[in-house]
């Protein structure tokens, strides 16, 4: 019997395009897998369509944000197959997947399939989210609020530092807590990672992994540190934050807000409430193509 697979991706959504969803399927066709082109309409679709493709090959098309939808709706014997066509592209890099189009369609046909751990978030009203790559708490989740579809379709990864400096210039970045290593941690700026790559190319957590079972949180306690020499440089050198800025490797963590001013929680690059929240790892929840 034929294997079958279900690309899902937003053909109105940068480099994503009808044509190049199509041409992929053409390409894992030619390799022997029965494909289909199920185009997303709406936010949070892509998710419904996962649960729909039931234990069938995945294809995400598209950023960590396209991803993200698909994992929260991925049957459990279902595989990931990624074409990186997004901005940032962290589980891509993460895993080593090409960044050409072509080249990842090649990855799906003949790459290995690999067990890796997923973060879990958990709202204050008991809603979970499954998230591949990092969680991110107050600065950064505030940056990602201000970038809209349309300043990223135009600036693309310029958009995030043009918005961390308005951000860092005009809004008040709330302090919070994080429950880690035995005690609660004050920041106004957290990572929690399952990888080490954090927005492209660029390490936050040295130490993070996919598959060690542990998330690694990155806690900077005022966000005019990371303008100092020594830091600004680690930065811009694509060095780890984590070598700069005090970090702890733990299975799970609670944060939650200081005072009454909202701190907001992004997820792979997109916005998911607001403190309070507590965080999780689930290991070995997905298998991917890579």
Not at 28 to 39: D, S
Not at 97 to 108: K, T
Request: a positive charge; charged letters at 25%; glycine letters at 10%.
């Amino acid at each position: 019997m034929r294997k079958e697979a279900v690309i899902i991706g937003n053909p109105a959504s940068g480099r994503v395009s009808m044509r190049r969803l199509k041409l992929c399927a053409e390409t894992l066709e030619r390799g022997g897998i029965r494909t289909e082109v199920w185009p997303t309409e709406r936010p949070e679709h892509a998710t419904e369509l996962a649960t729909l493709a039931g234990a069938r090959l995945v294809v995400a098309a598209g950023g960590d944000g396209t991803i993200n939808e698909v994992i929260n709706g991925l049957h459990r014997e279902a595989r990931l197959g990624i074409l990186p066509l997004g901005t940032a592209n962290v589980l891509a890099r993460e895993l080593g997947i090409p960044l050409s189009p072509e080249r990842a369609c090649r990855r799906i046909l003949e790459g290995e399939a690999v067990r890796i751990d997923l973060g879990v978030a958990r709202n204050a009203s008991g809603v979970e989210r499954r998230f591949a790559c990092m969680a991110g708490i107050g600065f950064d989740a505030s940056v990602v609020l201000e970038v809209t579809p349309g300043i990223k379709r135009r600036l693309r990864r310029t958009a995030f530092a043009l918005m961390a400096f308005k951000v860092f210039m005009t809004s008040e970045i709330p302090p919070f807590e994080l429950s880690c290593g035995g005690g609660w941690r004050r920041a106004r700026f957290a990572i929690v990672a399952n990888g080490r790559n954090y927005g492209g190319d660029f390490w936050s957590a040295e130490h993070a992994s996919l598959t060690n079972g542990r998330l690694e949180v990155v806690l900077v306690e005022r966000v005019r540190s990371l303008l100092r020499p020594d830091i600004l440089a680690t930065i811009l050198a694509k060095r780890p934050l984590s070598r700069r800025m005090p970090s702890v490797s733990v299975p799970g963590v609670e944060a939650r807000p200081l005072g009454e001013t909202a701190v907001p929680v992004q997820l792979d690059g997109e916005a998911w409430g607001r403190l309070p929240m507590s965080f999780r790892i689930e290991p070995s929840a997905l298998t991917v193509l890579r």
